[in-house]
């Protein structure tokens, strides 16, 4: 089991034991082993494996431990198997719905025994839910809407959950031997949000031995189907896996293929087509003869078109630019030198100022911004104005203890409903980075919503829009403000719109962030990070970036500090930045 599996039972656990009212401090011991493990960098089932390593974990205790060795023998625990006789899956899946918590979830299930979504739709469309303590009309109202947003959803994999779980799946085959490539293909190598199913590639190696490493992987629960050259898998988390073994010579025309999408594999065959060739899974061929198969180069090229990366293949103009040789150099992960959105334990991060800056550092970012909540978010710590003023000598005292990497003393202020600030600009004027982002009254009527963002952004103090849209893949429909309008807003006050990696958010998304880029703005990509682990994600939101066929030059952080200051909205009443000016080249190099 890898580490994310392993977390996932435990919290779900934790959510079973407080929907049947177990004691708190054994609801917490989960929900903290659930992080701890989850946060883990090494491998759970190698540390289960040595005595007493899994004890030795902060926050591990010796029961807890004993049920993370069962899980990692037998990929479940006596425990967890009562908790889910009494407990229907679907029930905990509950707690996964915008506006339910494990609270509300008991509630559902104690008073009105609902066990399933049908049930739950149903009883909120007969007004069932309003009456019950803790809930009301708008309640009711929300679950209805996160019902329909999940259905919209049904059946589909976050990438960043799919993403341990397909390299584990990968590993394994190309350790067998004689296997010389193994490949992600389809929306998981285009690198979509979610992934219906993983495609798997592989070439080299005894089949029969191949299939065999597949079928009997520890996250398999049940192989569907398995032949010569085929077989398909579902993972213990739901996910279909399907692993096709091709020959060397064709595997170029199976990556190809199995890469899709299925719009762009149809674009691709009008082109072979009108040069009276044929395009498929085995080659690109004129007859008996193959024009080429081995490699996806080779057969773009043959067809007059510059290699297209994965991100860009869902026909929506890119064999056009390949034809005129005018992809983009899509960004990438190692031009970015910030990140500018990162939480600590001085509001709702679960890591310290410290390590949050050593992490960063540690990543190879020249500089970073530490954000904070401002105190509309009173349950996350939020900094009101005495604790901006006492956070500047924080952060002073930070970059003492820290002179590898430049520190920009942030802040990411809510965006209240009528779109003022939480804070005063007086406040604002202390700080080296404001972040301004919406977390509460998503729901809106689109006019009022777009009036809301445009007063937030014209304060002059405002520099970047942080998730601008606030959407949560699978839960939460997004703000309904026009983008059109915000990103020209933004574009002509310098405000830079954030591309948020978390991987529930992926906010802008592709759509959203490639408009945005043709209005003018200028983007960043940050991860909100709450935890030193999640800087790592930043991955996801560079995915989404390429989606939308940004480069370096897109995005301020892959900028030098200097350039980035430079670069970003200006603060009133701070000199204008100078480019020219060779001395502050010279002391970022210091940075
Ligand atoms: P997913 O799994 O729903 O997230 O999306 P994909 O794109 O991975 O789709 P999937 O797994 O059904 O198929 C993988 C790739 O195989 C797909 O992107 C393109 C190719 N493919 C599948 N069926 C067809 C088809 O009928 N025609 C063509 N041209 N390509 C297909
Ligand atoms: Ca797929
Ligand atoms: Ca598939
Ligand atoms: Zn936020």
Redesign the pocket.
């Known amino acids: 089991m890898t580490n994310a599996e392993v977390a996932r039972v435990l919290e779900r656990i934790a959510v079973m034991l407080e929907i049947e009212g177990a004691n708190s401090f054994r609801v917490r011991a989960y929900r903290e082993g659930a992080r701890v493990i989850g946060a883990q960098g090494g491998s759970v089932t190698a540390l289960a494996g040595e005595a007493g390593a899994l004890e030795a974990l902060k926050g591990i205790g010796k029961d807890l431990a004993g049920r993370i060795r069962d899980l990692v023998a037998t990929g479940t625990t006596p425990m967890y198997d009562e908790l889910r006789s009494r407990v229907p899956d679907a029930v905990v899946d509950f707690t996964e719905l915008h506006g339910l918590g494990p609270k509300r979830v008991k509630t559902l299930f104690e008073a009105l025994d609902i066990r399933d979504r049908t049930a739950l739709e149903a009883a909120a469309k007969a007004g069932r839910l309003r009456d019950l303590p803790g809930f009301g009309e708008k309640v009711e109202q929300n679950v209805l809407k996160a019902l329909a947003t999940a259905s919209q959803w049904a059946g ?1 994999m976050l990438l960043a959950r799919a993403w341990p779980l397909a390299h584990a799946l990968a590993g394994r085959v190309a350790a067998v031997p004689g296997v010389t490539r193994v490949e992600l ?6 690198r ?1 949000e ?6 798997l590639l592989a070439c080299g190696g005894e089949s029969e031995r191949v299939m065999t490493a597949f079928a009997e992987h520890a996250s398999v629960a049940e192989v569907l189907g398995r032949g010569e050259t085929k077989c398909s898998v579902r993972l213990r988390e739901g996910l279909q896996v ?1 692993l096709r073994v091709v020959p060397e010579e064709s595997f170029g025309a199976a990556l190809l ?6 719009q ?3 674009e691709l ?1 009008r082109l072979a087509i009108a040069r009276g060739w044929s395009l498929n ?1 085995y080659g690109l061929t004129h007859g008996e003869r193959v024009v080429a198969a081995r490699t996806e180069e080779e057969i773009y090229r043959a067809l007059g078109l510059a290699w297209i990366p994965p991100e860009l293949r869902e026909a929506l103009g890119e064999v056009e630019l390949a034809a005129a040789d005018r992809l983009p150099r899509l960004v990438e992960v190692a031009d970015l030198r910030a990140d500018l959105h990162v939480h600590t334990t001085r509001s709702d991060g679960r890591d310290d100022l410290d390590a949050m800056i050593a992490a960063a550092e540690a990543r190879g970012y020249s500089y970073v911004a530490i954000t904070e909540h401002s105190k509309a978010l009173a349950m996350a710590n939020g900094f009101d104005a005495a604790r901006v003023r006492e956070s500047v000598q924080e952060i002073a005292a930070a970059r003492t203890r820290h002179p590898g990497i430049a520190v920009l003393h942030g802040l990411e202020v809510d965006i209240l409903a009528d779109g003022a600030l939480d804070l005063d600009d007086g406040t604002l004027a202390l700080l080296d980075w404001v972040i301004v982002s919406i977390h509460s009254r998503f729901e809106m009527e689109p006019a009022a919503a777009t009036e809301r963002v445009l007063r937030a952004l014209a304060n002059p103090f405002v520099q970047a829009f942080g998730h601008p849209t606030g959407r949560l893949i699978g839960s939460r429909e997004p703000v309904p403000f026009d983008v059109e309008r915000v990103a020209e807003a933004a574009a002509a006050a310098g405000v830079a719109m954030e591309i948020n990696a978390s991987p529930d958010r992926l906010d802008l998304s592709d759509v959203h962030a490639r408009l945005a880029r043709k209005r003018g703005c200028r983007l960043v990509v940050n991860t909100d990070a709450h935890a030193a682990a999640q800087l790592d994600q930043v991955r996801f939101g560079v995915f989404q970036a390429r989606r939308a066929g940004l480069t370096a030059a897109d995005v301020l952080n892959t900028l030098p500090l200097d350039e980035f200051r430079a670069a970003i909205r200006p603060r009133p009443g701070a000199p204008p930045a100078r480019m020219d000016d060779t001395s502050s080249h010279t002391r970022r190099d210091r940075d």
């Open positions: 589909r293909a389809g929306s998981f190598r285009r979509r979610t992934v219906g199913d993983l495609d399907d293929y199995f890469t899709g999408s299925k762009h594999n149809i065959r899974e």
